[in-house]
């Protein structure tokens, strides 16, 4: 069975007010404060200004999107997120804005060790947007990222 995420991810009331912006976007509402708005074409298309995607390195971030980002996280940091796995191989890929710019990433790799196992991605991005990992979880499962497998499921069960 596979995972696949391409998502915005914030304080919930910051991107309640910034959805008003996008056509098409829908709220899901994570743990600990946190929600995510899932990248559906119809977001995609919403946001994307005409240059090309894969800038930072993302399969999914729409050209341009970045810019919007870094003016978003002036009222708070913001981050966007990529995880696709099958069969237990995949890769995860976070960037964090805040203050207007880019500040952490994107990273593509696990990086510092924390109690012997690699801190991922997508975990070190929510740590930056407050998130705290839990006794046997890491800030991934804390918020409750893995309670949906896609994009579809989350729009479908919780937005």
Not at 133 to 146: C, H, I, K, M, N
Request: glycine share 12%; aromatic share 8%; net charge negative.
């Amino acid at each position: 069975m596979g995972y696949e995420l391409q998502a915005v991810i914030a304080a919930d009331e910051l991107l309640r007010a910034v959805s008003r912006e996008m056509p098409g976007a829908r709220v899901g509402t994570l743990g600990q404060g946190l929600s995510l708005i899932p990248m559906t074409d119809e977001v995609f298309d919403a946001v994307t200004h005409g240059s090309n995607t894969g800038e930072l390195g993302f399969w999914r971030l729409p050209g341009g999107f970045d810019t919007l980002l870094a003016q978003w996280s002036a009222a708070g940091p913001i981050a966007y997120v990529e995880a696709e796995y099958f069969g237990g191989v995949g890769e995860q890929r976070a960037a964090v804005w805040a203050d207007g710019s880019l500040s952490l990433g994107p990273l593509d790799e696990p990086s510092e060790k924390r109690f012997s196992r690699p801190v991922s991605p997508i975990s070190q991005a929510l740590r930056r947007l407050g998130a705290r990992r839990t006794l046997g979880d890491d800030e991934f499962g804390s918020v409750g990222l893995d309670r949906h497998r896609t994009n579809e499921d989350w729009i479908s069960n919780v937005c």
